[in-house]
């Protein structure tokens, strides 16, 4: 083994987008879609919620991910905020963490008409895909709300400059 003075996984040439995004912090959630055939999931915290008749959700992910293509597949998904609890099933659905059998198997899920649903998570929206469109490296989807509800979140997982923080 040796020992590095500095972050052994530290990239080279820091891309200052990134660092800036990495800096505004902000709530994780998981999104996931698809159905016991074939589902997938992402950590997410590129999301921001607008208010309306239908309220929207506007989702960045990596187009090549597993979600981007159950979503679309689907036309339907569930964003769910994560808490301080989360934190192992996050670094899981985010492909940063091992996880055995996948990472459906780090939480308890239930089948919903929009896609599987973290049992523990109190605040969770069951969403339509309306449109996709390509924004930097990233999909742009916008999903429209159709089932929401709102827990109680005494320790949400927030994400800041790529570490979980408590929120």
């Known amino acids: 083994m040796t020992i590095h003075s500095s972050h052994p ?7 200052p987008v990134r660092r800036f995004r990495g800096r505004l912090g902000g709530a994780v959630a998981l999104v996931t879609a698809g ?3 074939g589902r997938a999931g992402l950590t997410v915290s590129s999301l921001l919620v607008a208010n309306g008749d239908p309220a929207v959700v506007l989702l960045l ?3 090549d991910s597993d979600l981007h293509d159950a979503l679309a597949g689907s036309g339907r998904g569930v964003v769910q905020l994560l808490g301080w ?6 670094e899981a659905f985010a492909g940063t963490a091992p996880a ?3 990472p459906f198997r780090t939480g308890e899920f239930q089948p919903t008409a929009w896609g599987p649903r973290l049992v523990d998570a109190g605040t969770w929206a069951g969403v339509r895909l309306v449109s996709r469109s390509d924004a930097g490296w990233s999909a742009l989807l916008a999903c ?4 929401l509800s709102v827990g109680e979140d ?3 997982l927030g994400s800041r400059r790529g570490r979980w923080v408590r929120l």
């Not at 996984?9 to 891309?15: H, I, L, Y």
């Open 61 to 63: 992910v990596d187009p």
């Open 35 to 37: 159905d016991d055939a």
């Open 85 to 90: 609890r989360h934190r192992g099933l996050a």
């Open 9 to 15: 996984f530290a990239d080279p040439e820091p891309d």
């Open 154 to 156: 005494d320790e949400p």
């Open 100 to 102: 055995p059998g996948g």
């Open 144 to 147: 429209e709300v159709e089932e």
